[in-house]
Every structure is written in C-alpha cells, then in structure tokens.
C-alpha cells in the first residue's frame, strides 16, 4: 500500500493525510475478532489528533490550548502502541505502509511535545 504522508510542515495537512492513512491501514487489515478490536482501537485514536489540533486552534485560552494539544498527543502515542502491536502480529494483509506510519507517528509526536512546551513556556 502505498503511503500518501506529505513531508510538509502544514500540520493540518499532515493530520489530515495520517487520519487517511490510518483508514487506509485499517481497511486491509484482517476482518477476524483482532483485527476488528485492533482496528477499531487504531482508527478512533489515529483520526482524533485532526479534531483534537482543529479545537486547539479555536482554544478559548493559552490554558485551553494546551490542555486540547495533549489530548491530540496522547491520541498519538495510543496510535504508536497500536501500530507497533499491528507490526508484532498479522492483523495485515499487507505491511508495506506500516514503517511509514510509524515514522511519521514520531515525527508528529515530536511536534505536538515541541509545541506543548513552547506554549507551556509563553503560558509563564
């Protein structure tokens, strides 16, 4: 499968296109009782950093802001955990996207940590 992940800096982009590809991933993994538990775990948390950056930008406070960044962060590293479990097992038919979507699930876990904290510091 091949991956439509941009390298761009846009993050709105970037989130968008980890969301599909997260769906992508999903719709060729196994359709037995793990892959449909895993799955699922897998594209309720890879598609909510995209809403949860969307209500950020839209944060009614500097405290706010950052309280809905964390939440697209953990999103995120619960995305990694599945994905690594994915990688482990054979929930995929095919699993020639996954290291893509691993690597842009830390790239993207260091920019929400590295924006987190440059708030956190003109919070103070």
Avoid: C
């Avoid at 790239?107 to 904290?117: E, G, K």
């Amino acid at each position: 499968m091949k991956s439509d992940l941009p390298r761009a800096y846009d993050l709105d982009e970037r989130l968008l296109n980890y969301g599909a590809s997260i769906i992508n991933l999903t719709r060729v993994m196994t359709s037995d009782y793990a892959g449909r538990h895993v799955g699922n775990q897998l594209l309720r948390a890879g598609t909510a950093p995209l809403s949860h950056h969307g209500e950020a930008q839209a944060a009614e406070s500097p405290a706010d802001f950052i309280h809905k960044m964390r939440m697209a962060l953990k999103e995120l590293r619960e995305s990694e955990r599945w994905l690594k479990l994915i990688q482990k097992t054979n929930l995929l038919t095919r699993q020639d996207a996954l290291p893509h979507l691993l690597d842009e699930t830390d790239q993207l876990i260091r920019i929400f940590v590295t924006s987190i904290a440059t708030a956190e510091a003109r919070k103070k």
